[in-house]
């Protein structure tokens, strides 16, 4: 039975893909400018790979940010390892890209947050794929207060 186009899945693709590619530049070139980010991956996901001492210590979540010390940068089709340090200890991690929730470089107010449908509403009986939601950190335009136009100016 056709389900028709996916679009959540195909955004949910298309977001990973940015990550991975953002990442990549990163491993080459390095950081530019003022570009950081904090990256936030569920612990307990399939492929995750960190130490044990950390995962104890963040069971659940954890918000790695990329900025000024991190080494062994590698980004492949599936996730990347990056070296990072923890209380003076680097740690090797292995982050697979569907492990994380969400992808933020406040240097430029840039975010991406993936969340799940049950999320959104746990009454639905969507499948448990997550459903990309995209958000910008950008501050929304102040309202204008209202006013008043006279109709008269447009009559014949």
Do not use: C
């Not at 070139?29 to 995962?55: C, K, N, S, Y």
């Not at 982050?95 to 049950?118: M, R």
């Amino acid at each position: 039975m056709d389900r028709g186009i996916d679009y959540g899945n195909l955004m949910h693709q298309a977001m990973r893909s940015l990550i991975r590619e953002v990442l990549t530049r990163v491993g080459t070139d390095g950081l530019p400018g003022e570009h950081h980010f904090f990256i936030t991956l569920t612990t307990q996901h399939p492929g995750v790979q960190m130490a044990d001492w950390l995962r104890a210590r963040y069971p659940d979540e954890i918000t790695i940010v990329v900025q000024h010390w991190f080494e062994n940068l590698e980004v492949d089709e599936n996730g990347f390892a990056i070296t990072l340090n923890f209380g003076n200890q680097p740690e090797p991690l292995y982050i697979p890209f569907d492990a994380i929730s969400t992808f933020v470089d406040p240097s430029v107010e840039f975010g991406l947050k993936f969340e799940t449908h049950s999320d959104e509403d746990d009454d639905e009986d969507d499948d448990d794929e997550e459903a990309p939601m995209i958000h910008t950190d950008t501050d929304p335009e102040p309202r204008k207060a209202g006013e008043v136009v006279s109709l008269d100016q447009f009559r014949k």
